[in-house]
């Protein structure tokens, strides 16, 4: 019986050394690849920081975005300030967005033939001309309309 219980242990003794060292040698192998495939990421994050260093340093890489807005009305109505305000406020949609993804022609279309409420009466919007670049400019008159209700 003592014979059979030290056969026993040395056969689990050797299973686990034997399983051991297989799980070395697996898992060794495996670490190694995952060091090697990290290093190379290290690599490729480096390279792709540099890239980004150079196009922030060169300036013709940077967009130029709508930074404020003016409204100049040409007529002298009583509501003028109200009425610069609330064409202010449509504006207001379009400060950050790049110059170069506006179009002058759909900003004209967007404002022009537009029905405006300021002081208790509306007016029409005529556009004159769109500036678009850091300041997104319009040119406006506008016209009331009598016998509009306002809502």
Known sequence: MRRALVAGSSVLVLGVVLGASLTLALVGHRLETLMMEGESLIFIVQDREAALGRLRQNPSTH???????SVILENDSPDRKVLEDGIKGLLASFIGRRVEDLDPVLVYEFFHG???EAGGAIYTLEVRAVFISPRLSLYIAAAARPGIPVE
């Open 63 to 69: 967009w130029i975005t709508v930074r404020e807005t």
């Open 114 to 116: 537009r029905l405006v």
